[in-house]
């Protein structure tokens, strides 16, 4: 591989720290975690870009569009913050139940690692009993017709069911990208850069998570038409949910300022590539 100075995201990482603390403060959760999560990814893709691990870093690019996106809805919807915690409690309660799934098969088979599935099934009960609302408690119970929540060999084949077949629980709106994006407003100015991080990037970012051939066997260098690519990607990671949030927070002029001198030293040469 043939190396490249590279961008150093540094002075991007601290002013976004600065305007999305200032702007957790506000919100309060879910949606300051989700900000923290950005950030998060913004340290990884600094530290991948010093390494040049090219792929990796769209990897981890892909991991933030989806925040961004889920972000952005919570923020027009409000009323769905709630329900993205009561949902991510139940998909929670069914990751659980897949590890109960999971020892059973192994304990059918032989069991060659000598697994306790009592275990397995006191620790997935402990999740409905400690961790989840008493409004997911009832629903569980209700859908499954149960007066308390346990597994046995007797019922194992209908909860497995309920987990599999619910809507809730197969694939909640958080999980779903395009169903988010398509109910967003369409703001003026972001609409097409939008459009493009989800339908264009995201895209490729997924092809390589997904372990697309020839992306990984053609190999990726980080040339300049590469950085140019993920400068794009991370300036509107950056400055998206600052666009929804606006008129909802107020943030520090200052460090707003810097935020945005940093993120419009990102695009410049972007488009000559295009």
């Given at each position: 591989?043939?190396?490249?100075?590279?961008?150093?995201?540094?002075?991007?990482?601290?002013?976004?720290?600065?305007?999305?603390?200032?702007?957790?403060?506000?919100?309060?959760?879910?949606?300051?975690?989700l900000?923290?999560?950005?950030?998060?990814?913004?340290?990884?893709?600094?530290?991948?870009?010093?390494?040049?691990?090219?792929?990796?870093?769209?990897?981890?690019?892909?991991?933030?569009?989806?925040?961004?996106?889920?972000?952005?809805?919570?923020?027009?919807?409000?009323?769905?913050?709630?329900?993205?915690?009561?949902?991510s409690?139940?998909?929670?309660?069914k990751?659980?139940?897949?590890?109960?799934?999971?020892?059973?098969?192994?304990?059918?088979?032989?069991?060659?690692?000598?697994?306790?599935?009592?275990?397995?099934?006191?620790?997935?009960?402990?999740?409905?009993?400690?961790?989840?609302?008493?409004?997911?408690?009832?629903?569980?119970l209700?859908q499954?017709?149960?007066?308390?929540?346990?597994?046995?060999?007797?019922?194992?084949?209908?909860?497995?069911?309920?987990?599999?077949?619910?809507k809730?629980?197969?694939k909640?709106?958080?999980?779903?990208?395009?169903?988010?994006?398509?109910?967003?407003?369409?703001?003026?100015?972001?609409?097409?850069?939008?459009?493009?991080?989800?339908?264009?990037d995201?895209?490729?970012?997924?092809?390589?998570?997904?372990?697309?051939?020839?992306?990984?066997?053609?190999?990726?260098?980080?040339?300049?038409?590469?950085?140019?690519?993920?400068?794009?990607?991370?300036?509107?990671?950056?400055?998206y949910?600052?666009?929804?949030?606006k008129?909802?927070?107020?943030?520090?002029?200052?460090?707003?300022?810097?935020?945005?001198?940093?993120?419009?030293?990102?695009?410049?040469?972007?488009?000559?590539?295009?």
């Open positions: 591989m043939q190396y490249v100075k590279v961008l150093n995201l540094n002075n991007l990482i601290e002013a976004c720290f600065n305007v999305y603390q200032e702007i957790g403060n506000q919100i309060g959760e879910p949606r300051t975690i900000l923290r999560k950005i950030i998060s990814n913004l340290e990884c893709i600094n530290a991948l870009l010093s390494a040049q691990t090219t792929h990796e870093i769209l990897i981890i690019l892909r991991s933030s569009i989806e925040t961004v996106v889920l972000f952005c809805y919570l923020t027009t919807h409000l009323d769905k913050q709630q329900e993205y915690i009561s949902d409690e139940l998909m929670e309660l990751n659980t139940f897949i590890l109960v799934k999971n020892w059973k098969k192994d304990i059918d088979t032989g069991n060659p690692l000598n697994l306790n599935l009592q275990e397995a099934i006191n620790y997935h009960e402990e999740i409905f009993n400690k961790h989840l609302s008493k409004q997911n408690q009832e629903y569980v209700e499954l017709k149960l007066k308390k929540y346990e597994v046995t060999l007797d019922n194992f084949n209908t909860i497995d069911k309920f987990y599999r077949i619910n809730r629980i197969r909640p709106f958080f999980m779903d990208m395009e169903k988010m994006y398509s109910e967003l407003p369409k703001l003026y100015g972001l609409d097409v850069g939008l459009r493009d991080l989800i339908y264009s995201y895209n490729i970012n997924s092809q390589v998570s997904h372990g697309q051939y020839y992306i990984w066997t053609r190999g990726m260098q980080t040339d300049e038409r590469f950085i140019e690519q993920v400068k794009s990607q991370i300036a509107k990671i950056v400055t949910p600052l666009m929804f949030l008129g909802q927070v107020t943030i520090n002029l200052k460090n707003l300022t810097r935020l945005k001198s940093i993120t419009d030293q990102l695009i410049p040469n972007f488009y000559k590539y295009q």
